[in-house]
């Protein structure tokens, strides 16, 4: 393994071209001995329309430092910047957009090694992606979590909190003028949502892969460590790139155990599955939806982290990390698995402490005996679905009910508060049209509202079924990700009013209690929805996206070209 080489044959190539790329580059003060060292890019995907980066400038530089000390020269470029709370209609339309522009703006540079300045939730993963595909050497860096949320004496969690508070509000059980103060100090410091919601998964999950430094999952945003953790990987880069090290050799079938593993044992997000397979995807790897299943039947839930558990990042980082989870869970982990710090997972996690078992638990004391999230099958769901079943209500867990459909989200908007709804606390919620095709781009809405007229009596929690996704920070009985997709006809899309459905997540089932004759009379008439787009991004996003249990990526991204020394920017 050697150094790609792609910097210096950029900058001593002979002729016109090295001539112009010396010029040019000297244009922004560097010098000749700059362009000797290795070419390191620094993929800063800040941007003021998402808070969750806010912190990314002052990281980026030192980043810089590290790279400068260990004798690399450092560039930084931007891509494209994912915002969960401002992007329309949903972020995940766009994650594989970003993950192109990650993967070819590291192809179409002249870079040595990258490290990808990541934080908000699909940034992660498209940067996964991106760094998979193009395989030069990579190290992922988060921006942190926030701190813990307040409202006086109260710890607050976004936005697990904002969902609930705002339910209270809406019942009539929290005044307005309570909930406007909750606003000023639920998020207050830079980072990323603090509760193990899908970016404090996923970052945590970059750890436990060997793809970013120990301590990239839970040092908080505003901590000094965020900032020698960046210095770190600065200087790491540097000697993966003079070595060669690919994410390749790194993000393997046993850092994607590792991955499932710790997702598991900490209640992630049901996001991860999705965001996992997509990577595995451009890696070659096989995923199925049976292995989550498998590892999380055999991986104790061990963290207690919100919205599955009662405490948030910030807790967890003071308790030991996510290298103390690893070091707990090391007996179920793959440790042999090399990562970005040139040692194996188990060695870097060797001095891990937990520092306070109500947050971190033992193998032999775990909160509950398997993982949080389970994979469902049935005639409902064919190709599988989804529960976090550590965030739903135990006594739903087992479940018959009528099922009230919802076609798509403007009916759900038109009809959930109508207090003529013929809805009953013990119905099952179905939602059509919200998946990958259908939304398209798969939305979070599969925790949709509970009815207003039950809302108002009591009820706080429902099944509720669908074809989109859930925000990480979500709780309730959520059966999420039901593939194939309504919208191309999956049998979701043949559920009327007062079918029976049956839940029973002990079994891992999900099964509609209607008979083949009437389903196949419905798959006949059934009409599929006209497309949304007709033209530019969103009309390539509905012709190639696959489904949930290949990622949502697009088909023609599958796989990986990993650049080459020869490939070079031409003039
Ligand atoms: Fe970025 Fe929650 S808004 S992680």
Not at 251 to 255: L, Q, S, Y
Not at 342 to 348: D, F
């Given at each position: 393994m050697t150094e790609s080489g792609r910097g210096k044959t950029f900058f001593q190539q002979g002729g016109v071209a090295g001539f112009t790329h010396r010029a040019f580059t000297k244009s922004m003060g560097f010098d000749d001995e700059d362009m000797q060292k290795p070419v390191i890019g620094i993929c800063n995907t800040f941007s003021e329309v998402n808070n969750c980066h806010r912190n990314f400038r002052e990281l980026c530089e030192a980043v810089k430092r590290g790279v400068w000390q260990a004798g690399g020269f450092p560039l930084e470029f931007p891509t494209i910047s994912l915002g969960e709370i401002y992007l329309n209609p949903t972020s995940m339309l766009y994650r594989n957009l970003a993950a192109m522009d990650t993967e070819e703006m590291i192809r179409g540079q002249p870079l040595d090694g990258v490290v990808l300045l990541v934080n908000c939730d699909k940034s992660i993963a498209a940067a996964m992606m991106g760094a998979a595909s193009a395989d030069?050497?990579?190290?992922?860096?988060?921006?942190?979590?926030?701190?813990?949320?307040?409202?006086?004496?109260?710890?607050?969690?976004?936005?697990?909190?904002?969902?609930?508070?705002?339910?209270e509000n809406q019942a009539g059980t929290l005044d307005d003028a309570t909930y406007h103060e909750i606003e000023d100090g639920i998020v207050r410091s830079a980072g990323h949502c603090m509760v193990m919601g899908t970016a404090s998964t996923m970052n945590s999950i970059c750890e436990a892969m060997g793809i970013a430094l120990p301590g990239n999952g839970a040092i908080p945003a505003v901590d000094a460590r965020r900032l020698r953790l960046a210095e770190s990987a600065g200087r790491r880069i540097v000697t993966l790139a003079k070595e060669g090290v690919r994410p390749s050799q790194i993000?393997?079938?046993?850092?994607f155990h590792n991955a499932i593993s710790l997702l598991c044992a900490a209640g992630g997000s049901t996001n991860a599955f999705i965001h996992l397979a997509a990577v595995a995807g451009?890696?070659?790897?096989?995923?199925?939806?049976?292995?989550?299943?498998?590892?999380?039947?055999?991986?104790?839930?061990?963290?207690?982290?919100?919205?599955?558990?009662?405490?948030?990042?910030?807790?967890?980082?003071?308790?030991?990390?996510?290298?103390?989870i690893l070091k707990e869970l090391l007996p179920l982990l793959r440790g042999d698995a090399m990562t970005v710090t040139?040692?194996?997972?188990?060695?870097?996690v060797q001095s891990a402490l937990i520092q306070d078992n109500k947050i971190i638990h033992s193998l032999d004391n775990p909160i509950a005996p398997e993982g949080g999230l389970s994979v469902l099958w049935g005639n409902l769901a064919p190709d599988g679905a989804v529960i976090k079943h550590a965030a739903a209500s135990a006594n739903l867990l087992q479940h018959r009910g009528r099922a009230v459909v919802f076609q798509n989200m403007d009916d759900l908007s038109a009809r959930i508060n109508d207090p003529d709804l013929d809805v009953e606390e013990n119905d099952v919620l179905v939602l059509q049209n919200?998946?990958?095709?259908?939304?398209?781009?798969?939305?979070?809405?599969?925790?949709?509202?509970?009815?207003?007229?039950?809302?108002?009596?009591?009820?706080?929690?429902?099944?509720?079924?669908?074809?989109a996704r859930m925000s990480g920070t979500a709780f309730g009985t959520i059966v999420l990700h039901v593939a194939p997709e309504s919208?191309?006809?999956?049998?979701?899309?043949?559920?009327?009013?007062?079918?029976?459905?049956?839940?029973?997540?002990?079994?891992?089932?999900?099964?509609?209690?209607?008979?083949?004759?009437?389903?196949?009379?419905?798959?006949?008439?059934?009409?599929?929805?006209?497309?949304?787009?007709?033209r530019g991004y969103g009309r390539m996003y509905i012709e190639h996206v696959m489904q949930a249990p290949q990622g949502c990526d697009f088909d023609f991204l599958r796989g990986s070209s990993p650049v080459t020394a020869t490939e070079q920017p031409k003039f």
């Open positions: 030069l050497p990579a190290i992922l860096l988060s921006g942190g979590p926030m701190l813990n949320g307040r409202y006086r004496d109260q710890i607050l969690g976004a936005c697990t909190d904002c969902r609930r508070l705002t339910a993000m393997t079938r046993d850092a451009r890696l070659g790897i096989d995923l199925p939806l049976s292995l989550f299943d498998e590892i999380s039947r055999k991986t104790p839930l061990i963290a207690s982290l919100r919205p599955a558990g009662k405490y948030q990042m910030e807790d967890l980082y003071y308790a030991g990390g996510i290298p103390a040139g040692k194996t997972l188990a060695e870097n919200v998946g990958p095709i259908g939304a398209p781009g798969m939305p979070e809405v599969g925790n949709f509202p509970i009815p207003g007229k039950l809302l108002g009596r009591g009820v706080r929690d429902m099944v509720r079924i669908s074809d919208a191309i006809g999956g049998p979701l899309a043949l559920v009327r009013d007062g079918d029976e459905i049956e839940l029973d997540v002990s079994r891992r089932s999900i099964i509609l209690h209607v008979d083949e004759v009437e389903l196949a009379k419905r798959r006949a008439g059934w009409q599929p929805p006209a497309p949304q787009f007709e």
